[in-house]
């Protein structure tokens, strides 16, 4: 009997391992750990990205002012040398000796001053005129007749209000140059020099 039982007992169910390894990789504890990888895959990829967009900014900008400071530096190093052979080009003359500037002392002038009252006003007026070279220097004092002669009516124009306070002195200054450049010549006189400007 026990034999029989046995024989017609169904034989026991093994255990289905591809169901199981189905059903465990769909449970819902899995799946969230895939998504979770994902994200981080995605912020990775992320930052990756915009670090790269910030670096190829950065070297962009950095990369393009040293370009522009090279080309800038490229062009003084050619403008310096035209600047050297200009003396030499300009009949051989250069600064002073010892550095100093080539001026040309101005005897003191004295004008009347244009008042509205008709009262006699004075300007005492002391400069210097400095020239590029010591050779431009020479050929500026041959020249100095005529330069003190078109000051003189610019000067003799002059009221006491213009005079005053540091901005009318530098626009004294621009008129004086002006006038000395278009006697001398260009490139005659680099700048004028008030040594005094009193009002009397």
Do not use: C, W
Request: glycine content about 12%; proline content about 8%; aromatic content about 4%.
């Amino acid at each position: 009997m026990a034999a029989t039982k046995k024989e017609n007992a169904p034989p026991p169910s093994e255990p289905d391992t591809a169901g199981d390894a189905a059903e465990s990789s769909e449970t819902p504890e899995s799946k969230p750990g895939l998504l979770g990888n994902r994200k981080r895959l995605v912020i990775i990829g992320g930052a990756v990205l915009m670090l790269a967009v910030v670096g190829g900014g950065a070297a962009f900008f950095l990369g393009g002012g040293k370009s522009a400071a090279g080309e800038s530096g490229a062009e003084s190093a050619e403008a310096a040398p035209a600047e050297e052979k200009a003396p030499a080009e300009g009949e051989g003359g250069g600064e002073g000796e010892g550095g100093e500037l080539p001026l040309v002392d101005v005897p003191p002038m004295l004008v009347n001053l244009r008042t509205a009252d008709g009262s006699a006003r004075y300007l005492k007026l002391h400069f210097m005129l400095e020239a590029p070279s010591t050779a431009k220097a020479d050929k500026l004092k041959a020249r100095l007749p005529a330069i003190l002669d078109a000051y003189q009516p610019f000067l003799r124009e002059l009221r006491p209000e213009d005079i005053a306070g540091s901005a009318a002195v530098f626009r004294i200054k621009e008129e004086m140059l002006i006038r000395a450049t278009q006697v001398a010549g260009r490139g005659m006189v680099r700048d004028v020099l008030i040594q005094e400007l009193v009002q009397q």
